[in-house]
């Protein structure tokens, strides 16, 4: 089995229209050599491209509601957490859920990804609120293979140095046995993406503590089996930590605020990591 060392790489906060490929070489620029491995999260460039949503303007409606108040305190708070191993931190949040928020997200997922993954716990659709201010929310990247190819097309153009680029979604991938699968849309080929039918690969992939990962989305300048993927974005999730907060929950306690009056200004504030380089040796 190969063997790797991986060096996370600390830039500052990608705000919307932050020309994120400059950004990339500069941060690289002296440190990657041919064949390493640049894994780019996904949450950074989608922010960068301002690929986001300001939750606070959506107006909630009935199943939102319902979503928001029963579903999630009730069935995940006191059911589907419990079955999903979660720990009693997790469980009196979700118990308490916040409504008035949580009514606007949940018809937000609804509307852009449906009711598979409005009935999910966190990141519902790739939708992810945490390290993002006030009631913003960053979309998946619908376009994450281009995105790859033109970030490895600008470091070779400018750097010289031919690499394989990866980007990758703290969205957990399940491995059973050599079967990996998704709740999330739309990761790399190999990884079954159980879209449609995300509750129930979330919840036998918690229910089951099955092997978890990062999901690929995108490998580009290489040759690639999907567990070599996935190995590589298991360490970089490792090196690179969880910037301002895994959830918007972590996030608000960190600043000692509520989760929807983080400001730019405290996430600027924060270490960020969205470039890992990865070698082999």
């Not at 690969?201 to 690639?224: H, I, N, Q, W």
Request: proline share 3%; net charge positive.
């Amino acid at each position: 089995m190969a063997k790797y060392k991986a060096l996370s790489i600390a830039t500052s906060f990608w705000k919307p229209r932050e020309d994120y490929l400059h950004c990339i070489v500069d941060a690289v620029s002296g440190k990657v050599v041919d064949g390493d491995f640049v894994v780019v999260s996904e949450k950074a460039v989608s922010t960068a491209q301002g690929n986001i949503v300001d939750e606070s303007k959506i107006v909630a409606k009935g199943s939102a509601r319902f979503l928001a108040g029963f579903w999630m305190c009730i069935v995940w708070g006191y059911l589907l957490g419990v079955l999903c191993h979660f720990g009693q931190r997790l469980l009196k949040r979700l118990r308490k859920y916040p409504f008035d928020q949580g009514c606007k997200h949940k018809q937000m997922v609804l509307e852009w990804a449906g009711l598979g993954q409005a009935l999910m716990f966190g990141s519902e659709g790739a939708i992810d609120g945490s390290n993002l201010p006030y009631s913003f929310v960053s979309l998946p990247l619908r376009d994450a293979q281009e995105l790859a190819e033109e970030i490895q097309r600008e470091i070779f153009c400018c750097l010289g140095k031919r690499v394989c680029v990866m980007i990758v979604d703290t969205d957990k991938t399940y491995r059973f046995g050599n079967f990996c699968f998704t709740p999330r849309p739309r990761p790399v080929k190999g990884i079954y993406s159980f879209n449609h039918f995300a509750l129930l690969a979330y919840v036998v992939g918690k229910f089951l503590r099955l092997r978890e990962s990062s999901t690929p989305l995108a490998v580009v300048g290489c040759r690639f089996s999907v567990l070599e993927v996935l190995r590589i974005a298991n360490i970089t999730d490792r090196v690179r930590g969880a910037g301002s907060g895994a959830t918007v929950w972590d996030m608000a306690s960190r600043f000692h605020v509520r989760v929807d009056s983080v400001t730019w200004d405290m996430l600027c504030k924060v270490e960020h990591k969205p470039l890992v380089i990865v070698r082999r040796v």
